[in-house]
């Protein structure tokens, strides 16, 4: 305990919080924060180390322990561990941060894209990044990682396990957000927990669209409507018929999770598109639905067969899905 003493006494009012690298941390519900809380305050120490960005000082990950630390620093200033990590650059510790939060199962479809997309972005500046030598920094990268954007998006594709197009258009997704956080943070925060009513597709335009088009957005995101600017954008249906067969999972899973909402339609993609989409969805609502159970495991307990209901029926609806291929 000697060693984590000496880590909680050099911390101490030094540790630096950088609002960029806070921020791109989807934020814990109030109810998750509190069961947090009570986790370490029952247990007296705080299990999982903060990671610290070493030649900056910076916290990487543990924001939300680190703020329970403080706020109870006399029981739990040397209860915690400290693991430095060593990069190059700022975008280097800002790809770590993006690849340590996709490792991590409490993410939605949305948060999944954006943080996906800031990888993306984070690793071509970090490729312009040279040291005195003239060398690309990140140690990582090959002669081939640095030849342009669309290699720089096969590479992180390859790493992913998913298609380069998917990379592309988490970027696209990814200025999407920032362009309505910029007129709205709250916005942003409802379409990175699906609740804006847009589809993926319509959010990456957002750029593009005049200002005063971008505070309709804004707006009608807030009230809970469906923007003008975005009515006679609808995706068409690829196939008759799939559409009814999509609602119909939706539908199962609205009735059994909060955290439920529409799904993107498929627009043009290529086979692996498609495979690809269909692979990250269904392990998208897996972990959503494994994670609604988890948090709220007294609902078993009050109607578990309401719970076993709510999933066949979800089941089902994948079942009539499949017999249309």
């Known amino acids: 305990m000697d060693i984590v003493a000496q880590r909680s006494t050099k911390f101490n009012g030094n540790l630096k919080i950088d609002p960029e690298f806070r921020?791109?941390?989807?934020?814990?519900?109030?109810?998750?924060?509190?069961?947090?809380?009570?986790?370490?305050?029952?247990?007296?120490?705080?299990?999982?180390p903060l990671v610290v960005w070493k030649e900056e000082n910076i916290l990487l990950d543990g924001h939300h322990r680190w703020r329970i630390i403080c706020e109870n620093w006399e029981t739990l200033s040397d209860k915690y561990t400290v693991d430095r990590k060593s990069f190059p650059n700022r975008w280097a510790a800002l790809e770590w941060i993006c690849r340590n939060q996709l490792n991590k199962h409490n993410l939605n479809d949305e948060?999944?894209?954006?943080?996906?997309?800031?990888?993306?972005?984070?690793?071509?500046?970090?490729?312009?990044?040279?040291?005195?030598?003239?060398?690309?920094?990140?140690?990582?990268?090959?002669?081939?990682?640095?030849?342009?954007?669309?290699?720089?998006?096969?590479?992180?594709?390859?790493?992913?396990?998913?298609?380069?197009?998917?990379?592309?258009?988490a970027e696209k997704f990814h200025d999407g957000v920032d362009a309505i956080k910029e007129v709205s943070p709250e916005a942003a925060d409802k379409v990175?927990?699906?609740?804006?009513?847009?589809?993926?597709?319509?959010?990456?335009?957002?750029?593009?669209?005049?200002?005063?088009?971008?505070?309709?957005?804004v707006a009608a995101i807030l009230s809970g409507q469906k923007p003008e600017a975005m009515k006679s954008k609808e995706p068409r249906q690829k196939k008759q018929g799939y559409g009814k067969e999509t609602r119909a999972i939706n539908d199962a899973m609205s009735k059994y999770s909060s955290a439920s909402r529409e799904t993107e339609p498929v627009a043009e993609y290529s086979v692996d598109d498609l495979y690809e989409e269909i692979v990250v969805n269904a392990k998208a609502y897996v972990d959503m639905l494994r994670n609604t159970l988890v948090i709220r495991h007294s609902v078993l307990d009050k109607d578990r067969d309401r719970i076993r209901k709510g999933v066949q029926d979800i089941i089902d609806a994948i079942v009539k899905v499949r017999n249309l291929i």
């Open 111 to 169: 948060q999944i894209t954006y943080i996906r997309g800031e990888m993306y972005k984070a690793r071509k500046k970090s490729e312009s990044t040279r040291d005195e030598r003239g060398r690309f920094s990140p140690s990582h990268l090959n002669e081939d990682a640095v030849k342009g954007p669309a290699r720089t998006a096969k590479i992180i594709a390859k790493e992913l396990g998913v298609g380069q197009s998917t990379i592309e258009r």
């Open 23 to 48: 921020d791109k941390i989807p934020p814990m519900t109030e109810e998750q924060f509190k069961g947090l809380r009570e986790d370490i305050l029952r247990d007296g120490y705080v299990r999982d």
């Open 192 to 217: 990175l927990q699906g609740k804006s009513g847009l589809t993926k597709t319509q959010v990456s335009e957002v750029p593009k669209m005049e200002p005063e088009k971008r505070r309709e957005v």
